[in-house]
T-cell receptor, first 113, second 112 residues
Framework: QQQVKQSPQSLIVQKGGISIINCAYE??????FPWYQQFPGKGPALLIA?????SEKKEGRFTISFNKSAKQFSLHIMDSQPGDSATYFC????????????FGKGTLLTVNP | DTAVSQTPKYLVTQMGNDKSIKCEQN?????MYWYKQDSKKFLKIMFS???????INETVPNRFSPKSPDKAHLNLHINSLELGDSAVYFC???????????FGQGTRLTVV
């Protein structure tokens, strides 16, 4: 049972464009939703995270939009740059779950110059 | 100064061998994890330790045995390696629930 579904699997965007990656979850007990960025040969690194008490969080060019009723959240990368080319993972966890992060399957983003 | 370091970075070994991967974090975190990333890049938690105590064991074969000598170290020992164990193994740490997990650079294990 895949608890966090991520789409698309891959995404190609032109430099300066907007990249949008979507995630949907099933378990309404999830209460922490981070996005991780992974470059080839490196470990995932936290990009931005949100809790369900807010509908949007912005950090620089990166924005998470959160829709609690639809059980969906998305990552928007504004003014996408070639250096943003990486694999992006959404994740979710439940308070009291002993720190367990459940990841989506990842989106390979390519930003063309 | 690396926050979460794991060794080795690459490990190539034959089926049936026993191998270990070491992990150390210098962030002062109480919780450490092992994640497995398969060939399709899917990340799945295997184990987590909080203050040297096992708190998550995600139905991993008992050929995999984590050991935490202290809260800054979490090693992974794998017995009788199988072809299907080939993957990238990531160590991670975090301070508290619902906070950032810091990942190591990964260990690419190839079983031939």
């Amino acid at each position: 049972q895949q608890q966090v579904k991520q789409s698309p699997q891959s995404l190609i965007v032109q430099k300066g464009g907007i990249s949008i990656i979507n995630c949907a979850y099933e378990n309404t007990a999830f209460d922490y939703f981070p996005w991780y960025q992974q470059f080839p040969g490196k470990g995932p690194a936290l990009l931005i995270a949100i809790r369900p008490d807010v509908s949007e969080k912005k950090e620089g060019r990166f924005t998470i939009s959160f829709n609690k009723s639809a059980k969906q959240f998305s990552l928007h990368i504004m003014d996408s740059q070639p250096g943003d080319s990486a694999t992006y993972f959404c994740a979710a966890s439940i308070r009291g779950s002993n720190y367990k992060l459940t990841f989506g399957k990842g989106t390979l983003l390519t930003v063309n110059p | 100064d690396t926050a979460v370091s794991q060794t080795p970075k690459y490990l190539v070994t034959q089926m049936g061998n026993d191998k270990s991967i070491k992990c150390e974090q210098n962030l002062g975190h109480d919780t450490m994890y092992w994640y497995k990333q398969d060939s399709k890049k899917f990340l799945k938690i295997m184990f987590s330790y909080n203050n040297k105590e096992l708190i998550i064991n995600e139905t991993v074969p008992n050929r995999f045995s984590p050991k935490s000598p202290d809260k800054a170290h979490l090693n992974l020992h794998i017995n009788s390696l199988e072809l299907g164990d080939s993957a990238v193994y990531f160590c991670a740490s975090s301070q508290a629930e619902g906070t950032e997990a810091f990942f190591g650079q990964g260990t690419r294990l190839t079983v031939v």
